[in-house]
Every structure is written in structure tokens, then in C-alpha cells.
């Protein structure tokens, strides 16, 4: 497996399977980013990897610029950040924004937390499920304004739907999503009416005996 992933914007890739057949290149504006490919837990279908925390700065600081031009036009107050590789992109966002703080969801209970604001929450990467996903109730109040979700993937949709559940019951009502990929096409049925906006879109990928193809 390649190291160099999410490591720089390169200017010489092709966009799509690369011929190593371990790497995918998406286009961000006039560049292009290289992600690894990821075999799915059924054999036959991978994924184009995006793991936030191990970026360099300079992929989360252009992912970030596109991401925020893309929420700007809805005028948001608030940052909601998804945990936990949602945060990096989500604060960097609400600073381009010249907010002076964010709102964290966490997947940890603290003891002065509150069961009713919380739902359960699972994703592609952590398909079992068994975590919960918080809203700090001292947080609640902040989020009495015009507020929009960040987060790292959409794929299947299952977190954000979790999210928007939870905001659900704390009285929230999101202006719009922003996320760094778009996965395949699975999370568009979990997200209602809410936007949602991509620095970059990724299919899921098939395998067959030659390599990885689109479906």
C-alpha cells in the first residue's frame, strides 16, 4: 500500500483508478488529490479512502477553502462538527467563516450529559454500530441560530442520518451539509431536504479479475 496518499495536490493524474489498481485520483479545482483504494468487507466492491487526520495540512487546508465557499452563501452562525474526522475539517471551516467557536458532537458520555439527547450511530467503517452519538447539553443553546453540519465522508449515509436525528430532537433545523467526499450514491436517501455539498465525489468501485472498474 502506497504511503503518499492525502499527502499533496498533484497536477499530473488522470482522475480514476490508477494503474498501480491501489490508488484512486479525484480533481479538486485544477488539481487532483490521490486516495487509496479499500476493499469492502464483501470482496467485490472498494472504496476510495479518506482519512482526515493523517492529511497533510496543505490537503485539509484546500479541502477546507472549497468546503467553506460552498457553505458561505447560506450565511451560517454555527458549525456542527461530526465526530471524530469531521472535526479537523469542521473547525478549520468555522474559522474561514470568522466564527469564534464550534459545536462539537461527541461519541463519548460525559456524566453530566443527557440520554435524551443522544441517538445510536454507526457508518461504513464501523458498521457494527454499538456507539451513541452526544450533543452536550450545555451546547444546546448555541445552537439557537442559522447552523450547518460538517463532516469528513457521506457514504452510506448512516451518521449524518444519526445526526440529523439528533438535532431532530434538540429543535434543530440545518441550513446544509458540507462534507470533504461525497461517497457513492447511498447517503442521498438518508438526508432528507438538507443540501448537501462535496469538496469532491467518489463512486463505489467493482472488482473483476483485470482490477478495479465502476460499476
Known sequence: MRLDVWQRLHDTLTPGVQPDQESFAVALGDRQL??????????????????????????????????????RPYDPEVIVAVPTLGLPLAEAVARRLGHDRLVPLGNSRKFWYDDDLSVPMSSITTPGGGKRLYLDPRMRPLLDARVAVVDDVLSTGSSMAAVLALLETAGVDPLAIGAAMLQGEGWTGRVGAVPVHGAFRTPILAKAPDGWHLP
Open 34 to 71: 490521490l486516495l487509496p483504494i479499500r476493499t469492502l468487507p464483501d470482496g467485490e466492491r472498494g472504496v476510495a479512502s479518506l482519512i482526515l487526520n493523517q492529511a497533510s495540512f496543505a490537503v485539509l487546508d484546500a479541502l477546507a477553502d472549497v468546503v467553506t465557499e460552498q457553505l
